[in-house]
Structures are given as structure tokens and as C-alpha cells.
């Protein structure tokens, strides 16, 4: 099963971009990334998946590699709602995510 | 419309008492999967139902846990002779079905253990 490499936590300021990087070097050729986030002590929320192409939504870009190894996920204009632990899942067959310990990010004022 | 609901929202029980939590998906959604989160830790996948397949239950822990899922909607997961090491957040997501849909998540249910 492909894993995924998060850093710990990262500080962004509030109103800049927050680019959260994410490796899976041993991601197969028919796994997409998946991004999700966790607020405190709520339910995680599904952010934006891809599989080769980069890809945008109204909340955020994500941007993965030629060699698909790994990946950024991009808040354009972080505000402090977004503080949350973000996760990047390598999605295995049978549809259930594997969560990770997933990167703690911090936007401060 | 309605996201995905859970119920109660916080369980207190005692050691070695069972106890039922149900959730209720998306309508019209045709997967569910049950999670837990220790206090600190990551996502831990449970059990997943697929339509009238047979269920994946390869993430429960112990023979004390079990889930059903009625008429292809509701889910109760239930947990038998409880433990204090089973004091977790419990998390229900939902899915239209499709191989790489995505999850949506309900707000869970915090069962405390005494």
C-alpha cells in the first residue's frame, strides 16, 4: 500500500499562500491523492483530489508531479478557518482511507 | 441537503457495559465506512459497507465490535463489554459509491469509557 510523508506542522500568515507538500514515492500508477482536513473536534471535510493532472477548486489547488512522487496542496489566501490538520491519502482499492498523522497547520494573524 | 448524522454525540458508559452508535448517510449514498480517532492520533479505519456487498471488516480490532447496516441506510456499530482503551471519537462517513467518490464525514459520536 503506497504511504504518504507529511511534515508535523507549518505556520502560514493570514492572507498569504499556504503550500502544504505531501510524498508518496511509491504511489501505483491507478492511485489518486486525496486531501481532506480535520478542524478541532469535527469530522474531517473532503478538500480536492487528482491523479496526474493538476487540479483546482473553490478551496484550494492541488499540484502533483510529472513523476507523480509527490505533491502540494495549495490554500491561495489562508485565513485563520483554516487552521486545521490537513491529510494527503494515497487512495487504496476498496475505497477506505488510510489517514496518516497529517500536517498541523497553523495561520496566524 | 442533510449531511451525514450520528447519534449520540457523546456516550459516557461503564467498564464491561455494551453499547450501540448509530449513524444515519446521505441519502441516496450507497457506501459507509466507520473510523475512530483515539485523543491525538489519526483516522483508524473500522468496517465499510458497499451497497448489498458483503462488508469490509478488516479494520475492527476485536470479536466486541460489530456494525450492521439496515436496508442499505442506517448503520449502528456496536461495541460489546466495553474497555477503556475503546474511549474514542467515532466517525461515519458516507459516499455515492463510485470508486474514488469522496467521503463525507458526520460529527461523530465521543464514547468515553469508565
Known amino acids: 500500500d503506497a504511504k504518504t510523508t507529511q511534515p508535523t506542522s507549518m505556520d502560514c500568515a493570514e492572507g498569504r499562500a499556504a503550500n502544504l507538500p505531501c510524498n508518496h514515492s511509491?504511489?501505483?500508477?491507478?492511485?489518486?491523492v486525496y486531501w481532506y482536513r480535520q478542524i478541532h473536534s469535527q469530522g474531517p471535510q473532503y478538500i480536492i483530489h487528482?491523479?496526474?493532472n493538476n487540479e483546482t477548486n473553490e478551496m484550494a489547488s492541488l499540484i502533483i508531479t510529472e513523476d507523480r512522487k509527490s505533491s502540494t496542496l495549495i490554500l491561495p489566501h489562508a485565513t485563520l478557518r483554516d487552521t486545521a490538520v490537513y491529510y494527503c491519502?494515497?487512495?487504496?482499492?476498496?475505497?477506505?482511507?488510510?489517514f496518516g498523522a497529517g500536517t498541523i497547520l497553523r495561520v496566524k494573524s | 441537503g442533510a449531511g451525514v448524522s450520528q447519534s449520540p454525540s457523546n456516550k459516557v458508559t461503564e467498564k464491561g457495559k455494551d453499547v450501540e452508535l448509530r449513524c444515519d448517510p446521505i441519502?441516496?449514498?450507497?457506501?459507509l465506512y466507520w473510523y475512530r480517532q483515539s485523543l491525538g492520533q489519526g483516522l483508524e479505519f473500522l468496517i465499510y459497507?458497499?451497497?448489498?456487498?458483503?462488508?469490509?471488516k478488516s479494520g475492527l480490532p476485536s470479536d466486541r465490535f460489530s456494525a450492521e447496516r439496515t436496508g442499505g441506510s442506517v448503520s449502528t456499530l456496536t461495541i460489546q463489554r466495553t474497555q477503556q482503551e475503546d474511549s474514542a471519537v467515532y466517525l461515519c462517513?458516507?459516499?455515492?459509491?463510485?470508486?474514488?467518490?469522496?467521503?463525507?464525514f458526520g460529527p461523530g459520536t465521543r464514547l468515553t469509557v469508565t
Open positions: 462517513a458516507s459516499s455515492s459509491g463510485t470508486s474514488m467518490s469522496e467521503q463525507y
Open positions: 511509491t504511489i501505483s500508477g491507478n492511485e489518486y
Open positions: 487528482g491523479l496526474k
Open positions: 491519502i494515497v487512495r487504496e482499492y476498496g475505497n477506505k482511507l488510510v
Open positions: 441519502s441516496g449514498h450507497t457506501a
Open positions: 459497507f458497499q451497497g448489498n456487498s458483503a462488508p469490509d
